[in-house]
């Protein structure tokens, strides 16, 4: 199994940006898929971005295309979510979550095993 710690969330106005981090441990990191999820007050965890295990292939939620990008580096057992651009629709807590198959889809938080605690983003405006 694989352990998920976020890192680097904050304050910060809209138009600015902020980079997470997830840093892993415990299993090899490259056998697992990566996601981030988020979840406002109030509302129900939704998708926001993932990677495949060697990071060719990405997908994003449609309210955020253009603005984040995810990535990973392998070495460092590291993923990232480059954030720009932001909006105060984009406060909420972000959860990096890690996947050995997306047999159950690539979107839906059912396909992924582990999840980390979180790490909180506001954006002002």
């Known amino acids: 199994q694989v352990q998920l710690v976020e890192s680097g969330g904050g304050l910060v106005q809209a138009g600015g940006s902020l980079r997470l981090s997830c840093a892993a441990s415990?299993?090899?990191?490259?056998?697992?898929?990566v996601g981030w999820f988020r979840q406002a007050p109030g509302k129900e965890r939704e998708f926001v971005a993932a990677?495949?295990?060697?990071?060719?292939?990405?997908y994003y939620a449609d309210s955020v295309k253009g603005r984040f990008t995810i990535s990973r580096d392998n070495a460092k057992n590291t993923v990232y979510l480059q954030m720009v651009s932001l909006k105060p629709e984009d406060t909420a807590v972000y959860y990096c979550t890690a996947s050995r198959s997306w047999r159950r889809g690539v979107m839906e938080a059912i396909a992924y095993e582990y999840w980390g605690q979180g790490t909180q983003v506001t954006v002002s405006s």
């Open positions: 415990g299993d090899t990191f490259s056998n697992y898929a």
């Open positions: 990677i495949s295990w060697g990071g060719s292939t990405t």
